[in-house]
T-cell receptor, first 113, second 111 residues
Framework: AQSVTQPDIHITVSEGASLELRCNYS??????LFWYVQSPGQGLQLLLK??????LVQGIKGFEAEFKRSQSSFNLRKPSVHWSDAAEYFC???????????FGGGTRLMVKP | EAGVVQSPRYKIIEKKQPVAFWCNPI?????LYWYRQNLGQGPELLIR????????DSQLPKDRFSAERLKGVDSTLKIQPAELGDSAVYLC?????????FGPGTRLTVL
């Protein structure tokens, strides 16, 4: 069965600082990986996805993520955080048919001025 | 293009009352999902539809939850009777390819 672990429940960074959110997955085959962001009272918005090819993927809002098969990781990064990035971030993996999306528990990001 | 539409956005009910949530997926998306998201957790699948057929409802608590997707477009999720533990956000999503697109959710509070 597939699973996703986000080790950090809460992270606080200063505005302008760099950010890295960790994600580890478990899946028997080549994973299809996603990062979603959820602002308070909102649905989930897709930040970026990895299906195959280049292991460094670029997303919206200046985010990027790197797929590392050897570490079963798909960490999300941003070089300079803005106050508007404060939200909850979810890593997810889907099966090869794209039918079953499994989410991690989420990481809540707070941004200090 | 309009996104996934859900209503109501918020619902407060007393326990043992019934409640229903409505979802309109993105036009042309044949696959529709209902998820439940408890506070501080990631969404968990309740049911998946392919057109009007429920193809995965293994996580749906069938004693009190029901869902339908008439004509393979809009969908309704119902809880009857609601319990305190049903307080959560109920998310609807529709899929094209490998991507799921989520609605804003319905926040249910059971008192």
């Amino acid at each position: 069965a597939q699973s996703v672990t986000q080790p950090d429940i809460h992270i606080t960074v200063s505005e302008g600082a760099s950010l890295e959110l960790r994600c580890n997955y478990s899946y028997g085959a080549t994973p299809y990986l996603f990062w979603y962001v959820q602002s308070p009272g909102q649905g989930l918005q897709l930040l970026l996805k990895y299906f195959s090819g280049d292991t460094l993927v670029q997303g919206i809002k200046g985010f990027e993520a790197e797929f590392k098969r050897s570490q079963s990781s798909f960490n999300l990064r941003k070089p300079s955080v803005h106050w508007s990035d404060a939200a909850e971030y979810f890593c997810a993996v889907t099966d090869n048919a794209g039918n079953m999306l499994t989410f991690g528990g989420g990481t809540r990001l707070m941004v200090k001025p | 293009e309009a996104g996934v539409v859900q209503s109501p956005r918020y619902k407060i009910i007393e326990k043992k009352q019934p409640v229903a949530f409505w979802c309109n997926p993105i036009s042309g998306h044949n696959t529709l999902y209902w998820y439940r998201q408890n506070l501080g957790q990631g969404p968990e699948l309740l049911i998946r539809y392919e057109n009007e057929e429920a193809v995965d409802d293994s996580q749906l608590p069938k004693d009190r939850f029901s869902a339908e997707r008439l004509k393979g477009v809009d969908s309704t999720l119902k809880i009857q009777p609601a319990e305190l533990g049903d307080s959560a956000v109920y998310l609807c999503a529709s899929k094209t390819g490998y991507e799921q697109f989520f609605g804003p959710g319905t926040r249910l509070t059971v008192l």
